[in-house]
T-cell receptor, first 119, second 116 residues
């Protein structure tokens, strides 16, 4: 079965410092990996995805994530955090070997990590 | 904005009421989803539609009834809900099929539902 874990409920960072939000996954085949962000009173917003190719993926708002197959991780990073980055971040995974249809074919989301960036 | 709208944004209903949530996407997608987001719980997938056909019902109680009249519109009909059904209900869309894996989903802002 596929699963995704976000080990930190909350991450606190000072503005201007680098940030990392952690994500690890478990699939039987090769993963498709996604990061979403949710601002207060809003729906989830797509940030970036890894499908294949370069392990370093760049996304919206200066975010990037690195796919590490040996560590089964897909950590979200940003070199310099902004106060406006404060939000809830979700990692999601799907195993590309899963058959079409059924619950195996859809995204599995982590429980989310709250990022707080202080001035 | 993501191109997915939801109405109403807030809804308070009694346990004996019947109400409907509406979702509309303007992205030309053919897959649509309903999710339930409760405090301190992972996002729960409820229903999936591909090309207007329901392809997944994730063990959702029958007091929730989805309807997808066309690829742009999705409804969630509610009746005789329980207080534990209070949550943020999110609609999303993507390129079909939903299970292709490569396609990111685009979410609406959600409907905050309170059942009294």
């Amino acid at each position: 079965a596929q699963s995704v874990a976000q080990p930190e409920d909350q991450v606190n960072v000072a503005e201007g410092n680098p940030l990392t939000v952690k994500c690890t996954y478990s699939v039987s085949g090769n993963p498709y990996l996604f990061w979403y962000v949710q601002y207060p009173n809003r729906g989830l917003q797509f940030l970036l995805k890894y499908i294949t190719g370069d392990n370093l993926v760049k996304g919206s708002y200066g975010f990037e994530a690195e796919f590490n197959k040996s560590q089964t991780s897909f950590h979200l990073k940003k070199p310099s955090a902004l106060v406006s980055d404060s939000a809830l971040y979700f990692c999601a995974v799907r195993d590309h070997l899963m058959n079409y249809g059924g619950s195996q074919g859809n995204l599995i989301f982590g429980k989310g990590t709250k990022l707080s960036v202080k001035p | 904005e993501t191109g997915v709208t939801q109405t109403p944004r807030h809804l308070v209903m009694g346990m004996t009421n019947k109400k409907s949530l509406k979702c509309e996407q303007h992205l030309g997608h053919n897959a649509m989803y309903w999710y339930k987001q409760s405090a301190k719980k992972p996002l729960e997938l409820m229903f999936v539609y591909n090309f207007k056909e329901q392809t997944e019902n994730n063990s959702v109680p029958s007091r929730f009834s989805p309807e997808c009249p066309n690829s742009s519109h999705l409804f969630l009909h509610l009746h005789t809900l329980q207080p534990e059904d209070s949550a943020l209900y999110l609609c999303a869309s993507s390129q079909a099929p939903s299970t292709s894996g490569r396609n990111e989903q685009y979410f609406g802002p959600g409907t905050r539902l309170t059942v009294t």
